[in-house]
Structures are given as C-alpha cells and as structure tokens.
C-alpha cells in the first residue's frame, strides 16, 4: 500500500482541509495517509470523520512554519516543522510521498534539502498543471524552484514534465512545447535559442516554440521555461483570474441589481475560480528531488488536498524518479 | 498645429477604423491628420466622412504591410508600405508623430531604422499601458521590441516609461517597480538583482520589486522588464481574456439559455474585452526612437485609433524625445 505523509498545518484551512483531504483520499484511492503536525490539534479534527476502517496515523512535528517565514530560515530554524518532518519521512521511506498546501518556498526548499537531487538532475523544477481551452491540462515548468537557468536545465525540466504528464494525465506522447516570444525557430532569447535545438534532439515529443497565450490554448502538453519566466506567468493568471472576478461582481451588481444577476455572476466566478486554479488539477510536483513532492495552493480545500494525494501516489506508484533518472541518463543534458 | 500620420492600410479593420478615427481625432483634438496609404482606397472612406472643415489630408504609400510579412523583410522590402513612408514623414518632419495598428514587429523595426535612437538610449521599448484594480493605469515596458537585455536597458526603461507615464496619465511622480519573483531586494534573477539599486538611486519613485500579480493591482505605475518577460506578459493577459470570455459564454449559453443570460454576458464580455485592450488606453508608444510612434493593436476600431492619435499628439506637444535626452543625460546608464 502506498503510503503519502500530508503536512497538516500548511494552508490556509489548515488543518481541517487537510484532515477532510486525507479521510477522503484513503477512503476513495487505497492510500495510507500519516498527518504530520501537532497531534492535539490534528486529532481533534480527525474525530470529525474517521471511520475507523481508513488507514490514517499521525505522525508529531511541533512547530509550524507561516506562510510569512522566510524559505532558508524556516529550515534552518524550524528543524521539527511539520514540512521538515513530512519530507524526512519520505527520505527515510516511511511514507512514498509528501504533500503540503503551506508556503511554498518553504516546503521547496526543505524537500531539496532533506531528500536530494536525484543524480541525473541539475536543477529541480516546479510543475503546475493549467486547464486548457481544449478542455484538457498544460503543465508549466519551472514556476518558481530557480531564477538564473542554463539550456541543461530547461532540457531536464522538458525531460522530467514530459514523464510527470504521461505519469499524471494519461497521455503517450505529450505534445513539448519551449515557451518564447515567436513561433520561429529563431524567435527567442539567448537561453531558449541555446535550448531550441538540442530539445528537437531529446526523445519527446518536441513541437518548437509556443508563445504566452499558448499557456491557455491547449497547442501543447508541457511548456518548458527558465522559472523567472515561470513564476512571473503564474503570477499573472492568478492575479489577472482574481482581478476578473472582482470586476464581474462589479459589473453584475452595479448594472442588474437583481437576484438573477447575482446567482448568475457567482456560478460564473466560481467556475474561473476553479478553472484557474491549479489545486483542482492535483497541485504542482517539485520534479528532480530524490522523493515525491506535490505541492498545493496555500487556498487548498479539502478536494484539493485529496486530487494532491491522488498526484503523489500515481508519482510514486509508477516510479516516475526511476523513469527520470533512466531516461536523462540516454542523454548528455548534465550542465 | 500638431500633425499626426497615421497608418490607413494597417490594421484588421483598415481603412474604415483608421480613417473614422483620423476624423474623430481631427475634430475633437484638433490635430492635422495625414492619412498614409493607397489615395483611392481612402479617399472612398473619407468621402463617408469628412467635413470641409477638418485638417486630413493624404499622403500616398503604395505598398502594404500585412500581418504575415516578416518585420525585416518588410522594411527592406516594401519601401513605399505605409509604413516606410509614415515613418519617414517624422523623419523628416513633416509629422510630429506617427501611429499605426498594422504588424507591430514590422512597424519597430521601421520606426527605429527610419527614425533612429536617441543618442543616450540604447534600445528603444514598446510600453503597454493596462487597466488597473484602483481604476487606473499601469505600464510595462519592454513588452517586446529586444529580447535580451542589459541593466543599463532596463534603468533606460525605467525612466524612458516615467516620462511617458507623467506626460500621458498626468501624474506627477509615477510609482516605478521592477518585475520580479519576490518583493524582497535579493529576490530575482541575475538582470534584475544587477537593476535594483541602480535603479534606486535614479532620479525616479523606485518602489522595489513587484510580482506578475502587481500588473493588476495598481501598486505601482510603471512596471520595469525585459522584453522577453513583457512579451509574455502581454501574450499571457491577451489570451486569458479571451478564454475567460469563452468561458463565460460557453457557462451561461449551457446553464441558462434565456435572453437574460445571454445578455448579462454580452455586456461582461465586452467589459472585460474593453478592460484588457491597451488600444483603449491609446496605444503602445515605441519609446526611445527620434519621433513619435504610437502603435495600436491590430483589432483597433475607430476610437482606439483616434486615442491613439492623442497620445501621439500629446506626446509630441510635450516634447517627450527632449525630456527623454535630458534626464538620461543627468544619469550615468548607457552601455
């Protein structure tokens, strides 16, 4: 049985969205969850639901790092954080797994630390999973894991998205695409220029250059960016999807004061909502670190805590570090 | 009198948008207009228009740019396109400024050959003004005329976008911010860690680092970045508006089929088609070239057209290219 050690004192609605997450995940996929946190708080929650029959331990950390610590202090410092805990967990192979919804850096830079690279990896990358227009997924990597990338790096990012989307969501032969400002071959920056070639040599499917808009326009499965890039692009969907929001509560109020439009305006907001968020797409995998890490959005609910569970098991059942490190090690793409 | 060229021929809905609002201009702003392109083709859409008393007057340009041609090409290729010879009309000065909806890669590259760079600016950058969520406008420059940039292009921008800020939205001490991935100074990558201090110690409101969110959030006025990251900024923000409007119409057309619903929608698609469209804020101005350029986006109908010629024409009243020389010259930022 898999097992998938969950942070429960990261997000927001921590921990009662990830206790419901847990109970639901061990209850729909098989999986034992271990809840990593304060053990009063955690069991309190708990008694809310567990059925006796669900495979759910709790595991103690005492200290909890905010969404306000700083990434490098909060590990150094915070030695028995529930995210320090969660990933020693998964490098001494207790759990198959780490899932957290706290902060972000936080959780990345302790999973880097504490499980390690893998051999064949230079660089970790973040991965977050976009809806699509054509109804499917698009995986953007890396969001936010780096700053300065060389070409080595986004060809392993293009490596470890492309067997993370075929692991995730099913597909054979994802569709690699290089995110740039021109579709031509010579449309670039230095770096995606340096990547452009030696990516159409790399066993996937690459499709050349794709531009901004293509984050939305389903043209390809994995978009390969130097994490800046990355990050700023995430950033932008969220802050553009919030300000959407606002403005349609806006617009519907100022102009239809009725209950009609308000109703209306709230299923629209709540579909962008969740069509923007990718915590409803199982959250983002920390690709490279010797060890499974998803990690979620700080505004994790309980469905999202259970789709990143259901991520970390499928990681961990098909052995996607194993597929990683076999698969760079064909190719020469070490910096 | 300011006399402003505009580009008849460019556009998706050229001549008519381009000539309604060459007239729209005339009237309101009282500007001189000189409508570059094939004289039977706009004389025929003039005739729609134009009252005896309005200054346009037609300057012939036999060849057309489409959107298809390829920027370099163009420029050498097509030397009467309406572009060249709207270009050259600045050059010459005979126009304070010129403004075009056409193919925006072929119209920098124009632009910056035929009018040349300002002697203390070493790259010229195309600056989008977005709507923002306190009701105002923000900048981002460079969304796109370099691909890698130096410090010393950066702090250019940085100041080049001030200017234009204060000259354009009337504010007199523009809040200036630097596109990065944490607000924190050491967050960023190598150009923007190098642009950080020496961007504070410019003579501008440097208010520290934004993140992709902030594009919206009106924290800031200018927003300071390569034209690798603000290319796919922009693209990013045109594309998801325009799948957030698919959304919309595709969740009230399934959920609610009654006129109602159809109707809400209709009017929140176009606000927030309108809210994302820099052509209502007047265009794109190429910053740093010796004249006036202001380009529109290819959808403008009339009333992005005669904002843009606004701008222009303010932008020309000011003497922004005079501004420009003299505080670049008090810094110490060229390459």
Redesign the interface.
């Known amino acids: 049985m898999i097992t998938i050690a969950v942070d429960a004192m990261g997000g927001d609605h921590a921990p009662r969205s990830e206790v419901e997450g847990s109970v639901l995940a061990a209850q729909e996929y098989g999986v034992r969850v271990l809840l990593v946190g304060q053990p009063n708080v955690i069991r309190a929650e708990l008694a809310r639901h567990s059925p006796p029959t669900v495979p759910i331990e709790i595991v103690p950390a005492s200290e909890v790092i905010t969404m306000e610590d700083h990434p490098a202090q909060a590990f150094r410092r915070k030695k028995d954080s529930s995210v320090h805990v969660g990933a020693r967990l998964v490098k001494d192979r207790v759990a198959d797994g780490f899932v957290s919804a706290g902060n972000t850096g936080a959780v990345m830079t302790t999973a880097k630390f504490i499980m390690g690279t893998l051999s064949s990896v230079d660089r970790v990358a973040l991965a977050a999973p976009f809806p699509n227009?054509r109804g499917g997924v698009s995986v953007l990597l890396d969001v936010?894991a780096n700053?300065?990338s060389k070409p080595e790096h986004l060809l392993q990012f293009g490596v470890m998205g492309e067997i993370y989307y075929r692991v995730t969501f099913g597909s054979r032969k994802p569709r690699v695409g290089l995110?740039?400002?021109g579709e031509e071959e010579i449309k670039?920056?230095?770096l995606t220029r340096a990547v452009y070639d030696r990516l159409k040599a790399l066993p996937v499917h690459f499709v050349g250059n794709v531009?901004?808009?293509?984050?939305?326009?389903g043209k390809v499965d994995v978009i390969v960016?130097?994490?800046?890039?990355g990050?700023?692009?995430?950033?932008?969907?969220?802050?553009?999807?919030?300000?959407?929001m606002?403005?349609?509560r806006k617009?519907?109020k100022s102009?239809?004061a009725s209950q009609?439009?308000y109703l209306?305006s709230k299923?629209?907001m709540k579909?962008?909502r969740q069509?923007m968020d990718y915590s409803e797409y199982g959250g983002a995998p920390l690709l490279g670190v010797r060890g499974v890490c998803v990690i979620g959005h700080g505004r994790s609910n309980a469905n999202a805590v259970k789709n990143a569970i259901r991520v970390a098991a499928g990681l961990a059942r098909a052995r996607i570090n194993e597929r990683i490190e076999q698969e760079l090690s064909l190719t020469q793409v070490k910096a």
Not at 211 to 217: A, I, T
């Open positions: 227009a936010g700053v300065d995110l740039s400002v670039g920056n230095e531009e901004g808009g293509d984050l939305f326009s960016c130097d994490g800046f890039v990050n700023i692009a995430l950033k932008i969907c969220e802050g553009l999807a919030m300000e959407v606002k403005f349609l617009t519907y102009s239809f009609v439009g209306l299923g629209a579909g962008i069509t």
